[in-house]
């Protein structure tokens, strides 16, 4: 008969915990350099001898027990919940050879909870080269757990570790630090009025910060107890951690022994050029710079091809069933053109993701955290902000889920605010083509205007980004201080699979998550763009013959089309909008454009293909999008896509909350649909006001 | 295919993507407020 164990994968951040995961599990798993990379728990099957399995839980990287982030909490609420379904028959508690001793500390936390314990110490490949040496024996005996030394690099290890993880019963339980040493009169005291709770697990649950989701201290009857102030409970968690490092160093200095002259690497010469007050911030703009050309360059062939592709899908659907009448429609229209909504961004966010991969893998990540804090700080933000605001180039959701990483609640908040001003790539088509048609051809310095157009607006995005920060630092209240911390990981050579692993996760993610909601917005627009009430909808044909008898064959069409459009629902909310935005200089298609981009940005350029691919004649260069949009005018006969009307477009889409996907997220990460409506409407509220003061002083 | 068999398909497509976009993100299930956000009194519960 099968068994299956239950293994908790706990340690500190940067300690290859998930290089771990995936020796033992095999599944796919981002493993990464940036502090906190794991954000949720993942979990895999590592199957073992004689049928047994072992249902591996990959928890969040945390330094101790004590909980100062959302990440941290889910180890802790897991540890002290024995009612939870995976709560761990053995804790794996991953650690890096090279810092043994920092990462020994939530060992003997976890060891005292006595949930058995094993000890990985991983990167072992690295002791030669670094002078260390172990005796395993004698630290397994003062430790009193099992030890694994592992190489997840070289592959070494990991049977051995599957061994102990099947023989879990023989390991012991005893802890490490007598908890009432820490204080003994309050311990006596509180084991006095809680006879039947373990000591060190109510103690962790009274000196957390944090409450817990699961765990209720308020269930503890303290009417029996007198507990101690918070100052108090923070000296005495001060004095375990003192006990539990004179414990380690007393472990480390007969286990282990550390040869400095043996010792190789240039950490230190490339940490004194990459955090360089000056060269930091030279060498990471150079980098930035260089991603995002490689990201434009790249990425255009692979989307002109997507776009072209299901252009022609879409014809070749129209021209198979000539006779499918609106079903067709539907599916040439609105599924096809839905689904190449999302394919076409695939490029443009796996050579992104691919980049950010190989920053993180390297160990160059943290060092940008590190470098941006002394900048970021400035502004309410943290170190930790520069992440999600790279990230949000490519597209706010997955930059916002990357602040969970963020210990302070108002940083936090404020990134996740802030970060959906930073130019997403959905932004782009509408940037492009707006571009095309307002900004003159021509050159300043070698630069087009054009370029110079797209990059003003990139920086116009992360300028307001920073400035929307510092605002709300002012607003935001909060009584407390906060303090950076973060670990600098070893500079290592990226592994391919795993930056591989990454790409392809993200990118996944993308399509299977966002683009299921492009779809489904996509058909309901079409839906209320091909359907109208009234009789004017319905009797679109023959008004339309009647009063423009001189039209015929695709003419006639297009001008029926334009008619429909005109009286379907969609088009009734243009016109119904169309006086709040002619101040901006826009006609009731932009409208319909704009109210459809609050689903998502990327619908803007297809709305607008439809709109303007109907109306007047068509010749061979009415062909293309742009030559349409160019032709458009108002009643009066003025051109709508002007200098003035077209700036103004652009700093509307620069500034306005359009994406339906990133307000879901924004209410999911916090709890609530106060922030994500405040950014709905302060964020369009900028943009309308930005857009007016344009349009009115460059018309 | 008929026309009114179109319309109604096309009626249960369109009812099924709201459906869907409003479960997505209106109806969630009621969840126990996790009431742990960190150190500060973020109130965001």
Do not use: M
């Given at each position: 008969m099968s068994k299956q164990i239950n293994v908790a994968l706990i340690g500190n951040p940067n300690t290859g915990k998930t290089s771990v995961f995936n020796a033992l599990t095999g599944l796919n798993q981002k493993v990464g350099n940036y502090p906190g990379i794991t954000v949720d728990k993942k979990e895999g099957i590592c199957k073992l001898s004689r049928g047994v399995k072992a249902h591996i839980l990959d928890l969040p990287g945390t330094y101790s027990l004590n909980a100062s982030s959302l990440d941290e909490n889910v180890v802790i609420e897991l540890l002290l919940n024995k009612n939870d379904k995976d709560f761990p028959d053995v804790a794996v508690i991953v650690s890096d050879v090279e810092n043994l001793k920092r990462n020994l500390l939530l060992f003997t936390q976890i060891k005292d909870l006595k949930v058995p314990a094993i000890l990985v110490i991983n990167m072992a490949d690295r002791m030669s080269r670094k002078g260390i040496s172990l005796n395993i024996k004698l630290l397994e005996e003062q430790l009193k757990t099992k030890i694994a030394l592992v190489s997840t690099r070289k592959n070494e290890g990991i049977t051995d570790l599957k061994?102990?993880?099947?023989?879990?019963?023989?390991?012991?339980?005893?802890?490490?630090?007598?908890?009432s040493t820490i204080d003994s009169e309050y311990f006596s005291s509180l084991k006095h009025a809680f006879p039947n709770q373990d000591l060190y697990k109510l103690w962790v649950v009274i000196s957390q910060d944090a409450n817990f989701g699961k765990i209720d201290r308020n269930e503890l009857d303290f009417s029996k107890f007198k507990t101690k102030s918070k100052s108090e409970l923070k000296r005495l968690q001060q004095k375990e951690t003192i006990k539990r490092y004179q414990f380690i160093n007393s472990v480390l200095k007969e286990g282990q022994t550390i040869d400095v002259s043996k010792a190789?690497?240039?950490?230190?010469?490339?940490?004194?050029?990459?955090?360089?007050?000056?060269?930091?911030?030279?060498i990471f703009f150079v980098i930035l710079l260089t991603i995002f050309q490689a990201i434009y360059d790249w990425a255009t062939v692979p989307m002109d091809f997507i776009d072209s592709s299901f252009a022609s899908l879409a014809d070749w659907i129209k021209t198979a069933f000539p006779g499918g009448g609106k079903l067709t429609d539907l599916i040439a229209e609105g599924v096809v053109a839905g689904i190449g909504g999302v394919v076409i961004f695939i490029p443009q966010i796996a050579f992104l993701f691919l980049f950010i991969s190989i920053l993180e893998e390297s160990g160059y990540m943290s060092r940008v955290v590190f470098l941006m804090d002394r900048v970021m700080r400035r502004f309410g933000l943290s170190g930790k902000s520069v992440v999600p605001l790279i990230s949000g180039t490519a597209c706010a959701i997955p930059a916002i889920m990357a602040t969970r990483n963020i210990e302070n609640w108002k940083e936090r908040l404020i990134t996740i605010l802030v970060t959906p001003f930073t130019t997403c790539s959905a932004r782009l088509p509408v940037y492009l083509i707006i571009i095309a048609l307002v900004i003159p051809e021509g050159r300043f310095l070698g630069l087009s205007y054009q370029a110079l157009t797209l990059m003003l607006l990139y920086l116009i995005g992360f300028g307001m980004a920073v400035f929307s920060a510092y605002i709300l630092d002012k607003i935001l209240k909060t009584n407390r201080k906060t303090f950076f911390v973060i670990e600098m990981p070893n500079y290592k050579v990226p592994l391919l699979k795993n930056v591989a692993l990454t790409v392809i996760e993200k990118t996944k993610s993308f399509v299977f998550e966002a683009g299921k909601i492009i779809l489904a917005i996509s058909i309901v627009l079409w839906v209320l763009a091909s359907y109208g009430p009234g009789n004017d909808f319905k009797n679109a044909n023959t008004i339309v013959e009647q009063n423009f008898p001189e039209l015929k064959g695709e003419q006639l069409d297009n001008k029926i089309a334009a008619f429909k459009l005109e009286h379907s629902f969609i088009g009734i909310v243009g016109k119904t909008i169309e006086p709040a935005i002619r101040p901006l200089g826009y006609d009731w298609k932009i409208g319909i454009g704009i109210v459809t981009s609050f689903a998502a940005r990327e619908v803007f350029v297809g709305t607008l293909a439809t709109i303007y691919s109907v109306g007047s004649a068509l010749d061979d260069d009415d062909k293309t999008i742009k030559n349409r949009m160019a032709k458009e005018v108002h009643d009066n006969g003025d051109k709508v896509f002007t200098f003035a009307s077209g700036i103004s477009l652009l700093l509307f889409y620069a500034f306005a909350m359009q994406c339906m996907s990133t307000l879901a997220i924004v209410k999911r990460e916090t709890n609530s649909w106060k922030w994500p409506m405040i950014q709905l409407f302060g964020m369009s509220f900028i943009a309308y006001i930005v857009a007016l003061i344009a349009y009115q002083i460059l018309k | 295919m008929?026309?009114?068999?179109?319309?109604?398909?096309?009626?249960v497509i369109g009812l099924l993507a709201i459906a869907f976009l409003i479960k997505k993100f209106i109806w969630t299930p009621k969840k126990k407020k996790p009431n742990s956000c960190g150190k500060d009194d973020c109130g965001c519960h």
């Open positions: 061994n102990l993880i099947e023989n879990y019963k023989t390991l012991s339980t005893e802890p490490c630090l007598d908890t190789k690497g240039f950490r230190a010469q490339f940490d004194r050029v990459l955090t360089h007050k000056v060269w930091g911030y030279v | 008929s026309e009114i068999v179109q319309n109604i398909i096309i009626g």
